[in-house]
């Protein structure tokens, strides 16, 4: 049985830490652009005490798009993302049930006939951004650029998963939509994103390790095109700021006005040594050249491209 010396002293710690953690949300505001409802069959309430725990103060939800039995969701498999997360509706519900610290995206599959329309739908009664686009499309096809085109006329950014021969295929071909669409603002993300900063990845390693050649497509992607953004969030995130410290340190000085944070983390706690976004957060403090530049990644970036009070 607990005693009650222990549990005073457990109870004002805890009372401490969440004091601390506020604090330190008030000082230095984090944006978190990618979680998900449901996201593996998570609770809200989970998601709620997930990002509160990380130090989030804004959460922006991405959604899946409509449940379909086509190719481009490799016949129903990658419904919800391939993680059974929710649907816009869902992500509106939930931003519209915390309005103080929760955003939504609208999403649909890239290849259905009704897709523009759908996301237009969301995108006038406020969602802030088009994706996650995580669909077996080619990056450059006809479908992909309606919904790039929507993305410019209503001034949000499209977020992009990126996976070779998976999702949003053709990743070298990218610089042709990303000169062929200057007003819309483009966000990479996932394994084709992060092991393309090496200028010698093999694209079938979905998450390669060892030191990093620079002037990868990646890096020349972010160098090159003004609206080109990066989403540093997931595994595949993770492994490319840690894989080669010196290289991010290096990363960040040159794309300091283009990184992100995101977590698209699956956690239920927020902390400890499985939550990939807090050990996220901890790498990009540890590795970025400076405060400055730490804070443009985890909160002034963001709360640019979102045009954020």
């Known amino acids: ?10 109870g004002l710690s805890a009372l401490a830490a969440r004091s601390f953690a506020q604090t330190a949300s008030a000082a230095e505001p ?5 979680q998900h409802t449901h996201y593996h069959d ?3 309430e989970h998601l709620l005490a997930h990002q509160k725990a990380m130090g989030i103060t804004t959460t922006i939800i991405l959604p ?6 086509r190719p481009s969701t490799h016949n129903g498999k990658s419904n919800g993302l391939a993680a059974r997360c929710g649907t816009t509706q869902d992500a509106f519900n939930f931003a519209k049930a915390h309005p103080d610290a929760y955003l939504w995206g609208a999403n649909e599959v890239t290849d259905l006939d009704t897709a523009p329309a759908e996301i237009e739908k969301w995108l006038k009664q406020g969602a802030c951004i088009i994706g996650e686009q995580k669909f077996k499309v080619e990056c450059d096809s006809a ?8 993305a410019a006329a209503y001034n949000v950014p499209i977020l992009l998963h990126f996976q070779f021969q998976t999702y949003n295929l053709g990743y070298e071909r990218l610089h042709t939509m990303l000169a062929k669409f200057p007003k819309t603002n483009f966000i990479g993300h996932a394994q084709a994103f992060w092991g393309n900063i090496d200028k010698n990845h093999d694209q079938k390693v979905n998450y390669p390790k060892g030191k990093i050649t620079p002037g990868g497509l990646t890096d020349r992607y972010l160098a090159d095109y003004p609206n080109m953004f990066a989403d540093m969030s997931a595994g595949s995130g993770l492994v490319a700021l840690t894989r080669d410290e010196a290289h991010t340190t290096a990363f960040f000085e040159r ?22 976004g807090a050990a996220t957060i901890a790498a990009i403090r540890k590795l970025a050249p400076n405060k400055t530049v730490e804070r443009k990644i985890l909160f002034e970036n963001s709360k640019k491209l979102f045009r954020l009070a």
């Open 255 to 276: 794309h300091q006005d283009k990184i992100l944070y995101g977590s698209d983390c699956a956690d239920h706690l927020g902390r400890g040594p499985g939550c990939q």
């Open 1 to 10: 049985m607990t005693s009650r010396r222990t549990f005073l002293t457990t």
């Open 42 to 44: 998570r609770l809200d």
């Open 143 to 150: 479908e992909s650029q309606k919904l790039y085109e929507l």
């Open 64 to 69: 899946g798009g409509t449940w379909v039995d």
């Open 30 to 34: 984090i944006i978190d652009i990618h």
